[in-house]
């Protein structure tokens, strides 16, 4: 795999991780006008946690699965460049977030 297609499949995990997370922090904002006001019951610490896992689940697949493939096809180098720009991305999205709530 070249340079320029772990970058691009790197930047495109990165920004399938932060689309999540935008998504997931949304319903998490605005849960009480989505499900309506919490009435104490049992079932809300339940989603929560079923919520937390299948999040661990997608954004760990979206930053880990490919290098993993690729470091068992023998392809280790590039499985290692591909989470290193991974996490590269990442750490520039909340760069920029964190900057925009700084100038806001």
């Not at 997931?24 to 339940?46: H, T």
């Not at 699965?65 to 392809?75: A, C, K, M, T, V």
Request: no cysteine; aromatic share 12%.
């Amino acid at each position: 795999m070249k340079n320029s297609k772990i970058i691009l499949t790197s930047f495109l995990n990165a920004l399938g991780v932060a689309i999540y997370v935008s998504l997931v922090s949304i319903m998490m904002r605005n849960g009480g006008r989505i499900f309506g006001e919490e009435d104490n019951n049992f079932l809300g610490p339940i989603a929560f946690l079923l919520m937390f896992i299948i999040s661990a689940a997608i954004t760990g697949s979206l930053v880990v699965g490919r290098p993993i493939l690729l470091y068992i096809e023998n392809r280790k180098a590039e499985a290692v460049k591909l989470f290193i720009f991974t996490i590269g991305w990442l750490f520039i999205f909340i760069a920029i977030l964190f900057g925009a709530q700084i100038l806001r």
